[in-house]
């Protein structure tokens, strides 16, 4: 039997991420949605894909958490996604009602299990279900921060015109407005960014970088980004399931590296099959470091208005 990938919400991000895993074919998935129909309807069109793009992953979907027992990963995607002029922050207290409860169904059926989060506000509700779960950091991992570096990627690429694999860099703190892209040890080839952009050319696709939520859901109108995020969390459970020891830059409960005790923020973290096996302490500029404290200060406030 194959190990079995459970992602809960069949929304845009879930139902997305459900198909890259089945494509992978190397788990079995089960999807889960609060809306009647939705989650087994997916699964059976995503099976029914099998034999044409070639995997024999199992995809099943349900109301029942019955069918997520025994998963070696969850991914929690279920929740509200932002319309336009909201920022994630507005999404807090519904979220976390949901979060709440699905981290309680998820560990009654897989309390081995590795938990993802995805749901907005994504630092404040991988807190969450930190403490509903009661399972160590190691295994509560937030997926922002890939998600956060691949957009700053793709607009240094395009800015200099050469492949996005060429571009190596690092976005860390929360995932809202002060997150916090590295120019430090962001490089080209080797060759620092600060060499090859004019500083304010720079600040602008730093900026870029930190709306390219915002941007997104401008264009879409009635939601959020999803290829990108799927994507994201994706390599994250690939990371994991080979226990590739990749260092991504992830949201997790930090107990006093980069000087920061008690609070979620997203900073390179080794990821392999306990989950993170490492937290990584990349070297800061020191405005880097107060850019990290202020994004950090920024999500205890918010973490402080669940109570
Ligand atoms: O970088 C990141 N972390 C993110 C986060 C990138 C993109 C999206 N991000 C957030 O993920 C977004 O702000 C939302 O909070 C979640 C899910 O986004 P998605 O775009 O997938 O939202 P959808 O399409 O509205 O799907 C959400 C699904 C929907 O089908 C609901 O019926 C379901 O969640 N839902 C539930 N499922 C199970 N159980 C409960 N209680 C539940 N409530 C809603």
């Given at each position: 039997?194959?190990?079995k990938v459970s992602v809960i919400g069949a929304g845009n991000v879930g139902a997305t991420l459900a198909q890259r895993l089945a494509e992978l074919d190397l788990v079995d998935v089960a999807l889960v949605d609060v809306v009647e129909g939705l989650a087994e309807g997916k699964a059976l069109d995503l099976l029914e894909a099998g034999p044409v793009v070639g995997y024999d992953?199992?995809?099943?979907?349900?109301?029942?958490?019955?069918?997520t027992d025994?998963?070696?990963?969850?991914?929690i995607t279920s929740g509200l996604a932002r319309k336009p002029g909201m920022s994630r922050d507005d999404l807090v207290t519904a979220n976390a009602k949901i979060v709440g409860e699905v981290t309680t169904a998820v560990m009654e059926h897989s309390p081995d299990a590795i938990l993802i989060i995805v749901t907005n506000p994504l630092d404040v509700m991988t807190e969450l279900a930190l403490r509903v779960s009661g399972l160590p950091r190691t295994r509560v991992i937030g997926m922002a921060g890939?998600?956060?570096?691949?957009?700053?990627?793709?607009?240094?690429?395009a800015e200099l015109r050469v492949s996005v694999r060429?571009?190596?860099?690092?976005?860390?703190?929360?995932?809202?407005?002060?997150?916090?892209?590295?120019?430090?040890?962001?490089t080209v080839a080797g060759v620092p960014i600060g060499r090859l952009?004019?500083?304010?050319?720079?600040?602008?696709?730093?900026?870029?970088?930190?709306?390219?939520?915002?941007?997104?859901?401008?264009?879409?109108?009635?939601?959020s980004a999803f290829y990108a995020p799927s994507a994201s969390a994706a390599q994250m459970v690939e990371a994991i399931l080979l226990d590739?020891?990749?260092?991504?830059?992830?949201?997790?409960h930090l107990e006093g590296e980069y000087g920061l005790d008690g609070v979620v923020v997203g900073v390179p973290v080794k990821l392999g099959t306990a989950g993170v096996e490492e937290v990584i302490e990349v070297e800061l500029t020191p405005a880097e470091r107060a850019e990290l404290v202020r994004s950090a200060e920024a999500v205890r406030e918010t973490i402080a208005v669940l109570g």
């Open positions: 039997m194959r190990d992953s199992q995809v099943v979907g349900s109301t029942d958490y019955a069918i025994g998963s070696r990963l969850v991914v890939v998600l956060d570096t691949a957009r700053f990627r793709t607009f240094l690429a060429s571009v190596e860099a690092y976005v860390l703190g929360g995932h809202g407005d002060s997150m916090v892209p590295l120019r430090a040890v962001t952009i004019a500083p304010e050319r720079l600040e602008e696709v730093v900026q870029r970088t930190r709306d390219g939520g915002a941007e997104i859901v401008r264009h879409l109108k009635t939601g590739r020891g990749q260092i991504l830059p992830c949201a997790i």
